[in-house]
């Protein structure tokens, strides 16, 4: 099968960016944010992007662009004899299904609230009514799946053009419009009554907060945004040529990525802080605390449909770059036509995502930690607690070990190009601080989870100590 190819370096840069660009930056972000205290949780949160998450990133564009296969076969290319580092290759495509198996939903909400506003019926409301509509969707799982449904056909009815005229084009477009929509709205948040109030929040970190939680927190935030350790990087590495080096491109990437999710705070806490909305509302911020904003603004109808149009954009983006990457691994496997592809793959990731999209209704009863969760919140846990941090850690040991690609490939590949260069002495910190850390703060995340009611392991080890 003959590999396709990206039309341009913008295009690269902006798909890369729309696949880390989505709900981890206009819905997961903020409302974590939020949760963890605001300004600290945000400094941490960039100082993971640059000392965790750009050597992670160059590296995984680094094993695709070498390779010049998708995940499922990259590590093999580039392995020695009677290595098993391709076994990452299954877990990388079982973690892009599972990541669509929730994500699907949060996208498919997104899109019911802009048609909500577009309507009108979201406005001229009351704040109780207001509050209910998100309930009140939830419960219906008609209509949960039903928009999870037109999200995943949608996605894949745009794969179906192909690679330059499906993906990167629509992709380009979504990304331009997502920019200007930001600016609009926050220019527009700025003017607000709380706004000073709000920014302080925002970004002026408050020491007092610091916690393992919060660390941890921003450390999964960090893969989380970009998409890293699960291939969704790796993929587009292999459709670009030699031409650039990839610590510049990954810069690019990280620079837009962050430009949203900061732009997404900037947005929202000013009018959180105007209207008497509690920052810390968690998953719903984006959803109750904001459709009451609107609500009591001026124009609310306008700049709400405006608001959700950017988010639905942003999802989108995402969505359709990871379902080019599971469509990827699974036409190298099966060696598919291309509408073949989209339309079983289609069908598996519509089936996989009704358990989440029933999570909140028929299947309510189904409390896999604390008495609040449910299937979105195994998903969420399996995807950002472990095979994100799990599979950064196997990049950076692939990529470093003599056992594995060797760090010298890495850097010859990642240096490859005119533009930004990374030195040798980074090879200390890739080899023995960065797995180091990565390995670290995922065993603190795991043992200070609540997997029930008030029960964490690390809890449960002091008790007994």
């Not at 076994?87 to 939903?105: I, K, P």
């Not at 419960?139 to 928009?147: K, N, Q, R």
């Not at 109808?301 to 770059?321: K, P």
């Not at 240096?415 to 390995?439: E, F, H, S």
Request: some cysteine; proline content about 3%.
């Amino acid at each position: 099968m003959e590999r396709e190819r990206l039309g341009s370096r913008l295009g690269f840069i902006l798909l890369s960016a729309g696949c880390a660009i989505g709900c981890g930056n206009v819905w997961k972000f903020p409302w974590m944010c939020g949760q963890y205290g605001g300004g600290i949780f945000v400094l941490f949160y960039l100082l993971f992007l640059v000392v965790l998450g750009l050597p992670v990133m160059v590296m995984e564009f680094s094993v695709g662009r070498a390779s010049q296969a998708s995940p499922i076969k990259n590590f093999k290319v580039l392995e020695g004899p009677r290595q098993k580092w391709h076994w990452h290759g299954v877990a990388s495509l079982v973690a892009n299904f599972l990541l669509m198996m929730f994500y699907t939903s949060v996208t498919g909400w997104i899109l019911y609230y802009f048609i909500k506003f577009v309507k009108g019926d979201m406005t001229s409301i009351t704040n109780a009514q207001s509050a209910e509509q998100f309930g009140n969707m939830l419960s219906d799982p008609l209509i949960m799946v039903g928009f999870m449904a037109i999200v995943v056909v949608l996605g894949f009815v745009i794969l179906s053009f192909g690679l330059q005229n499906g993906v990167e084009k629509v992709t380009k477009y979504m990304m331009l419009c997502l920019l200007v929509l930001m600016i609009v709205l926050a220019i527009n948040s700025f003017t607000l009554d709380g706004a000073k109030e709000g920014l302080t929040f925002y970004l002026k970190p408050d020491i007092s907060k610091i916690s393992g939680n919060v660390i941890v927190g921003a450390m999964n935030q960090a893969f989380f945004t970009l998409s890293l350790g699960i291939g969704s990087m790796a993929i587009f590495g292999s459709y670009i040529d030699k031409k650039r080096s990839l610590a510049g491109e990954s810069l690019n990437v990280l620079i837009l990525d962050t430009f949203v999710a900061v732009v997404a705070g900037l947005i929202i806490f000013p009018a959180c802080f105007t209207f008497d909305v509690e920052p810390g509302a968690g998953p719903s911020l984006l959803f109750v605390a904001m459709a009451k904003v609107f609500n009591s603004m001026t124009g609310g109808r306008i700049w709400g449909s405006i608001f959700f149009l950017f988010m639905f954009f942003a999802a989108m983006s995402t969505v359709i770059a990871v379902f080019q990457n599971i469509l990827a691994c699974v036409r190298e496997i099966t060696g598919w036509s291309l509408k073949k592809g989209c339309l079983i793959c289609g069908v598996a990731v519509m089936l996989l995502s009704v358990p989440c999209a029933l999570g909140f209704n028929l299947w309510s009863d189904f409390k896999p930690f604390t008495s609040g969760s449910g299937v979105l919140d195994l998903e969420d846990f399996l995807v950002s607690q472990c095979m994100l941090p799990i599979g950064s850690l196997i990049y950076v040991l692939f990529c470093t070990s003599k056992k594995g690609w060797g760090f010298d490939n890495f850097l010859s590949e990642a240096n490859t190009g005119k533009g930004l260069k990374l030195g040798a002495w980074i090879r200390g910190y890739a080899t023995y601080v960065l797995p180091v850390v990565i390995a670290l703060l995922f065993i603190i995340g795991i043992v200070t989870f609540e997997f029930k009611d008030d029960f964490t392991i690390w809890g449960y080890l002091m008790h007994n100590a």
